[in-house]
């Protein structure tokens, strides 16, 4: 299984960014059974949990981005992403997917957000 992540870049504040991920490999039941996250980590800080969809497509969302950010998914191209609106620089990290259990981690992807 891989997990590749893209859809980083530079962004104005205000503007948006689309992040995908996709488990290359990754069998349709197995990608059902995980929880899908995104993380995202800036230099000299801990990973910080930015979204969540589980199994039943509950979502939660850290509470600075709620109602700015979106988690989806698309299990036939075993895919989860997240839409960014309304990006601060304060959002400048690099975010990275993960599935749980399986604990499988992408690459991460470099979001930065300036003037």
């Known amino acids: 299984v891989q997990i590749v992540e893209s859809g980083g870049g530079s962004v104005q504040p205000g503007g948006s960014l689309r992040l995908s991920c996709r488990a290359s490999?990754?069998?349709?039941?197995?990608?059902?059974?995980?929880?899908r996250e995104w993380y995202r980590q800036t230099p000299g800080s801990q990973r910080e949990l930015v979204a969540s969809?589980?199994?039943?497509?509950?979502?939660t969302y850290a509470e600075s981005v709620k109602g700015r950010f979106a988690i989806s998914k698309d299990n036939t191209r075993r895919a989860i992403y997240l839409q960014m609106n309304s990006l601060r620089p304060e959002n400048t990290a690099v975010y990275y997917c993960?599935?749980?259990?399986?604990?499988?981690w992408g690459q991460g992807t470099q979001v930065t957000v300036s003037s």
């Open positions: 969809m589980n199994t039943d497509r509950l979502t």
């Open positions: 490999g990754m069998i349709l039941s197995v990608f059902n059974s995980q929880t």
């Open positions: 993960h599935l749980r259990p399986s604990d499988y």
